[in-house]
Nanobody, 125 residues
Framework: VQLQASGGGFAQAGGSLRLSCSCA??????????MGWFRQAPGKEREFVAA??????YYSESVKGRFTISRDNAKNTVWLQMNNLKPEDTALYYC???????????????????WGQGTQVTVSS
């Protein structure tokens, strides 16, 4: 499984960005994988942002109501729509995939075996 994240950039507070994660894989069960987005700001640990498992979505409290995760299994693509951005959303954003994560573990980075390279999001005040 190879993941390629894109769509990062600069935005003003209150603005929007849409991240994409393209997935290359020959695994026919990929549609059952949990897909997640994590972020890491300078000097901070990587933190969970959002995940999608089958049709269910999960969010951190800090982004709930502002970010939306979605996927298209036919296109092997996952998106993270980020609205009402705040300066504290500034970070390097990673997409990740897991064939083993379950509801109780999908918020943990250690549950994901596959990672994209990260895309930078910078929000100015």
């Amino acid at each position: 499984v190879q993941l390629q994240a894109s769509g990062g950039g600069f935005a003003q507070a209150g603005g929007s960005l849409r991240l994409s994660c393209s997935c290359a894989t020959s695994d026919p069960s990929f549609r059952n994988y949990v897909m997640g987005w994590f972020r890491q700001a300078p000097g901070k640990e990587r933190e969970f942002v959002a995940a999608i498992r089958w049709g269910n979505t999960y969010y951190s409290e800090s982004v709930k109501g502002r970010f939306t995760i979605s996927r298209d299994n036919a296109k092997n693509t996952v998106w993270l729509q980020m609205n009402n951005l705040k300066p504290e959303d500034t970070a390097l954003y990673y997409c990740a995939a897991s064939g083993t994560a379950i509801t109780s573990t999908l918020r943990s980075a250690s549950a994901y075996a596959y990672w994209g390279q990260g895309t930078q999001v910078t929000v100015s005040s």
